[in-house]
């Protein structure tokens, strides 16, 4: 999403951390390459001067540039204006209250709404062991209310059995009076929406708000969408008590400026981030994390959360105790496989690491393809119980159908098998070097010529 906006930044702050002392003219032309950057990334006017202002007045009004490092402590003005603007904190969602309670989502048509009450609701049970049914008040949009049974279905999570006729008030009515009776912790309203704001979208938000009296109001906007995002959030904001913003579609291509503008234009705090289409695809938004991305500083904390999140800790201590006899077979890599899709794929955890955002162009002509893993799977998946445990046995015409029952190359088979075989040995090699090995020789003793890499 941030990847234009990170790019310009970069070049900046690159050029600032090469002179040795910076002079207040310096900072000048500097912040002038960045308000162009901001806006350029469809940053709000209002927000951009009044961003700029700040770090001016903190980078020039300050012993920035007396410092010993007066690039790197640019940069950490900026870092600290970001975190501001998007909020300074990161702000949960509220279930403080009495079950159950309310959550109801709004925006427009399209934003992404119905997908988003999914992905809350499983979120919500798996990770607060909460009991949610989710309700669809759309009853404009053709299929709406069946498009969030399926997902419910998918979810494994509740929803309110359809009554036809029914408007949307007394299906909000009702998914309340269903949540209290069936002793549910949350229930999710799902609004209409429209292609853009009009009086008859807020008047009937306003009658569902004003019959539930919600815990929470989720403004769900797309973050691809720019400028209008904000304009939406505004008027969804002067009409209802919003309390909270939904980015969706933040792992697209759009410029991010809507991320940037929301929380300074309307006050209302962003609280989770849509990282994808999958339903496990929704993020707490960090405001200080978001910022250290921005600025090309990755977001480790991230990664080590989604791993936390996606690795189950039994399966990693069997896999721990196979490792230590030496053994490593096709199903530990299809777990391995399934583990590193789960946290988004190779790009997904490439860019939460620090420094890769200036790779931009060296992983553009590596051509890193992410549908590798889903074809690696699906290999794997077209073997037999025994080759997977004994890879050895695969030969020629059992290559052939492997190859042929997952709809790839003998080619790919054999590089698949030749990268098993490289893990196994790194895996046994890990067994003899023991722990004080390890710790003595570091990477350079696993994989020998590793140092010797251009990267």
Do not use: W
């Not at 809350?120 to 798996?126: F, G, K, T, W």
């Not at 306003?206 to 989720?218: F, H, I, R, S, W």
């Not at 993020?283 to 977001?299: C, K, Q, T």
């Amino acid at each position: 999403m941030f990847d234009s906006l990170t790019g310009r930044l970069s070049d900046v702050f690159d050029r600032l951390k090469r002179r040795g002392a910076l002079s207040e003219s310096d900072v000048d032309a500097a912040m002038r390459d960045v308000r162009i950057a901001l806006l350029e990334a469809d940053v709000a006017l209002p927000v951009v001067r009044d961003f700029i202002a700040k770090v001016k007045k903190d980078a020039v009004g300050g012993d920035v540039l007396r410092s010993v490092t007066p690039g790197q402590m640019i940069v950490k003005v900026v870092n600290d204006a970001l975190v501001e603007m998007l909020g300074g904190e990161a702000v949960g969602l509220n279930l403080i209250a009495v079950p159950p309670v309310g959550i109801m989502l709004v925006g427009l048509q399209g934003s992404g709404k119905t997908t988003t009450a999914a992905k809350i609701a499983l979120r919500m049970q798996n990770r607060d062991r909460k009991k949610v049914i989710m309700a669809s008040l759309d009853t404009q949009r053709p299929a709406a209310q069946e498009q969030l049974k399926v997902l419910g279905e998918q979810a494994s999570v509740a929803t309110l059995p359809v009554i036809e006729g029914q408007g949307p008030v007394d299906i909000a009515k009702r998914a309340r009076e269903a949540a209290r009776l069936g002793g549910y912790d949350v229930v999710i309203y799902d609004t209409a929406g429209r292609l853009h704001v009009d009086e008859g979208l807020m008047s009937e938000a306003k009658q569902v708000y004003d019959a539930v009296e919600p815990t929470e109001v989720l403004l769900v906007a797309d973050a691809m969408t720019g400028q209008d995002a904000v304009n939406v959030a505004e008027s969804f904001h002067a009409r209802l008590n919003v309390t909270g913003i939904v980015l969706t579609r933040v792992d697209g291509d759009g410029r991010g400026g809507a991320a940037l503008s929301m929380r300074a234009v309307t006050g209302c705090p962003i609280k989770l981030i849509g990282v994808g289409e999958q339903l496990e695809a929704l993020e707490d938004f960090h405001p200080d994390r978001i910022a250290n991305r921005i600025l090309g500083m990755g977001d480790v904390v991230s990664l080590v959360e989604k791993a936390a999140e996606t690795i189950d800790q039994d399966e990693a201590e069997a896999l721990a105790k196979k490792i230590q006899k030496g053994q490593f077979d096709l199903n530990d890599m299809a777990k391995q496989l399934k583990q590193m899709r789960n946290m988004g794929g190779l790009s997904g955890m490439l860019e939460l690491l620090p420094g890769v955002g200036k790779m931009k162009d060296q992983m553009a002509k590596a051509n890193i393809d992410e549908k590798m893993i889903l074809r690696q799977e699906a290999i794997i998946s077209s073997m037999t119980r025994a080759e997977r445990d004994r890879p050895k046995l695969i030969h020629a015409s059992r290559k052939r159908r492997i190859a042929a029952g997952s709809g790839v190359s003998v080619q790919d088979v054999n590089k698949l098998l030749k990268q098993h075989m490289t893990m196994s040995k790194v895996m046994k090699k890990m067994t003899r070097m023991g722990k004080k090995g390890m710790m003595r020789q570091g990477l350079a003793g696993l994989m020998p010529g590793m140092s010797k890499s251009p990267f």
